[in-house]
């Protein structure tokens, strides 16, 4: 994530202590650089070794260092042919511009990068490419492009589920949205984004979007709910070491002083803004600084003592080219001028604040911005289509194969049948054969049998006969009884 919100208001707080703390860590980096650079291998090893340790320098702030680390990560990554490092190296580069302030050469390094991770298909790299360029673009004052390129970075988050990087990109949406004047976006962005880092327990993320809430709740005058944002932001950012950060909370404290009267409490805060401003060497915070400052005085000590810090705010806005800061200073310039009775300056500058607005907010602008939404949301839904019909097709599929497979299921089970039922016919056949055999033995013993038993019985028969042609007749029997009984 970069810095907060890009309007003034949105600056969070620092602490001249912490700061010291930062410069005791430095050395420790670069011990480790000197150990690196002399005793590691010139690998990828190496590469990711340095990369770390610049993006450490880029932490606590420490812009030239960075810049000497990255540059020698990228002598050896192109040594090696190392696209991924190479492409992180880019990328770092970009970061330490952006905070330079050198927002077209921060532009041409964050596309070299893109273009390599494109290259390697590095998804989470493209993401965070598109999120850092669209931070450069709204700087630049190109809100359109910002968004869109937020959309990218947003679609591509969503797709991998990364809960932190769609909360770093609704935080950075919700100061497009701002510049936009469209504050209910703005907020839903840094609530959604409140709810996702304090789910995965992120710590950097929430401190952003507690500085953003701090922001909305002093646009709306709700300066106690302001206050307290603020402040656990400026907490969260002096525990992270984040130096920039806590300066930008530092000058957000500021307004918010301003608007409760406490200008002693404001000067105390933007003078420790400035220091940490020039110490990193970061001009934008300078500038906003420096107008912050200018809108103190001109309420504290009149517009005399508040012109040479609004020039210099002016003078450092347009070195690094930041439209959002030209927009604010003329607008501030032009109500110190007012307080002057300098009515012809005031119209001037207001001219100037109003040329820089509509450039930000104009009818061309804005559509651009809807459109950019529309597609985002257009590619959602075509996202949902897509994966609605994909879920469709592969249920269809799943479908057609089961049906494939009970139609297989039908198929063995008919061959298997058929095979069964020729082995049941041959059983069966071989069981006929079996019984006509038996069948045909039986009716030949059967045969023997009769044929035996017809000799029996001729046999018997011709016994009687014999037997018969032996004994006397019943007749003769009865004649002789006869007789013999007549004898008596």
Do not use: W
């Not at 970069?2 to 010291?20: D, E, G, P, R, S």
């Not at 030949?444 to 009769?450: G, Y």
């Not at 004649?479 to 007549?486: M, V």
């Amino acid at each position: 994530m970069k810095k907060t919100l890009i309007l003034l208001l949105l600056f969070t707080q620092i602490k001249t202590v912490q700061a010291q703390a930062e410069m005791q860590f430095s050395p420790k980096i670069d011990s480790l650089i000197s150990t690196i650079t002399k005793n590691a291998k010139n690998d990828s090893f190496k590469v990711a070794a340095l990369n770390n340790l610049g993006s450490a320098y880029l932490e606590i702030s420490e812009f030239d260092k960075a810049i000497e680390t990255i540059e020698k990560t990228i002598a050896i990554a192109k040594k090696i042919n190392y696209k991924r490092g190479l492409a992180i190296a880019y990328n770092n580069f970009g970061i330490v511009y952006d905070y330079k302030s050198d927002y077209i050469k921060s532009l041409d390094f964050h596309n070299q990068s893109l273009k390599l991770r494109k290259e390697l298909g590095d998804q989470k790299g493209i993401s965070a490419s598109y999120g850092n360029m669209a931070i450069v673009y709204e700087y630049l004052g190109k809100l359109p492009e910002a968004l869109k390129c937020h959309y990218d970075a947003l679609t591509i988050d969503e797709k991998l589920g990364d809960k932190n990087g769609i909360g770093i990109i609704n935080v950075n949406m919700a100061s497009v949205y701002m510049q936009q004047k469209k504050m209910k976006e703005s907020e839903e962005c840094l609530l959604k984004a409140k709810r996702l880092f304090t789910e995965i327990k992120a710590a950097p993320g929430l401190a952003y979007a507690e500085s953003g809430l701090g922001t909305i709740a002093l646009l709306q005058k709700k300066l106690p709910e302001a206050v307290e944002h603020t402040r656990n932001a400026k907490k969260m950012f002096s525990d992270l070491g984040s130096i920039a950060d806590v300066a930008a909370c530092q000058v957000s404290l500021a307004q918010i002083y301003m608007a409760q009267k406490n200008y002693k409490g404001a000067e105390v805060e933007l003078n420790g803004a400035l220091t940490i401003s020039n110490q990193t060497g970061d001009r934008r915070g300078a500038s906003m600084t420096y107008l912050g400052l200018a809108n103190l005085y001109s309420l504290s000590k009149g517009p005399a003592k508040a012109k040479p810090a609004i020039d210099s705010a002016i003078a450092i806005a347009k070195s690094i080219q930041c439209v959002q800061c030209l927009k604010d200073h003329y607008n501030s310039y032009a109500q110190i001028d007012s307080t002057a009775q300098n009515f012809r300056g005031a119209f001037f500058n207001l001219k100037l604040f109003i040329r820089y607005n509509d450039s930000l907010i104009s009818e061309e602008n804005t559509k651009k911005s809807s459109q950019a939404k529309l597609q985002y949301d257009f590619d959602r839904k075509a996202i949902a289509d897509s994966l609605k019909n994909a879920e469709i097709k592969i249920k269809d599929e799943l479908k057609h194969e089961q049906e494939i497979q009970q139609q297989k299921i039908y198929s063995y089970g008919a061959v298997l049948g058929f095979i069964l039922m020729l082995v049941i016919a041959g059983i069966s056949y071989r069981a006929f054969k079996l019984k006509q055999k038996t069948s045909l033995i039986i009716e030949q013993q059967k045969n023997i049998v009769e044929e035996k038993q017809k000799e029996i019985i001729d046999s018997i028969q011709y016994a009687t006969r014999i037997q018969q042609g032996l004994f006397p007749t019943d007749k003769y029997i009865e004649k002789t009884l006869e007789r013999l009984k007549n004898q008596k």
